[in-house]
């Protein structure tokens, strides 16, 4: 696609419900990065894949937190046992390599009630 | 840790005015260096990057890098109420995962 779509937009959870985030990147881009960001904050790093290889999971700040892209190209974040913690918008990116940059979704807004 | 630190404002200018945006970075060995904005509400979008030391232009945008000081810098000339916006500075040491900073709030009065 032209662009990295996310999927829900917004998404409202009761506290201890299962979530599944959805990424689609721009197609043909190898590389995909899950980012948290909290307001008034700047985005903190999650996990990135490099196709279907997760080659860093560093950011996750929980067990509760896991990422897959099993054939290269969407990816989905998915969050056990919701917190209010969780509550933060989530991000991906893709790229096509550094030299053209990393290009952002528009987010899943996530708020656990 | 590696870390990209950014004042986080608000930075208020004059519509015409120069603004000024600065970011400092922990990690010596960073290679690449980007800078994003955010409008409230929305995602970050790439303003530009820069890899070499000097200055790096683009329309009414420049981005400054000093590897010696471990500084970025990004200066709007004649702006804008609608460059106002969070703008994110992006840093890239080694691997390919960008660490960002908490953003600059820049305000543009008229």
């Known amino acids: 696609g032209a662009g990295v779509s996310q999927s829900p937009r917004y998404k409202v959870a009761k506290r201890g419900q299962d979530v599944a985030l959805r990424c689609d990147p721009i197609s043909g881009h190898v590389s995909l990065f899950w980012y948290q960001q909290a307001l008034g904050q700047g985005p903190e790093f999650l996990t990135y894949?490099?196709?279907?290889?997760?080659?860093?999971k560093s950011g996750l700040p929980s067990d509760r937190f896991f990422a897959e892209r099993p054939e290269g190209s969407v990816s989905t974040l998915k969050i056990q046992r919701t917190q209010q913690e969780d509550s933060a918008v989530y991000l991906c990116?893709?790229?096509?390599?550094?030299?053209?940059?990393?290009?952002f979704g528009s987010g899943t807004r996530l708020t656990v009630v | 840790q590696k870390e990209v630190e950014q004042n986080s404002g608000p930075l208020s200018v004059p519509e015409g005015a120069i603004a000024s945006l600065n970011c400092t970075y922990s990690?010596?060995?960073?290679?690449?260096f980007f800078w994003y904005r955010q409008y409230s509400g929305k995602s970050p979008e790439l303003i530009m990057f820069i890899y070499s030391n000097g200055d790096k232009e683009d329309g009414r945008f420049t981005a400054q890098l000093n590897k010696a000081s471990q500084y970025v810098s990004l200066l709007i000339r004649d702006s804008q109420p609608s460059d106002s916006a969070t703008y994110l500075c992006?840093?890239?040491?080694?691997?390919?995962?960008?660490?960002f900073g908490r953003g600059t709030s820049l305000i543009v009065h008229p």
């Open positions: 990116a893709s790229s096509g390599g550094v030299d053209y940059g990393y290009t």
């Open positions: 992006a840093v890239i040491s080694g691997s390919y995962i960008p660490t």
């Open positions: 990690d010596r060995g960073s290679q690449s």
């Open positions: 894949f490099q196709n279907e290889a997760q080659l860093d």
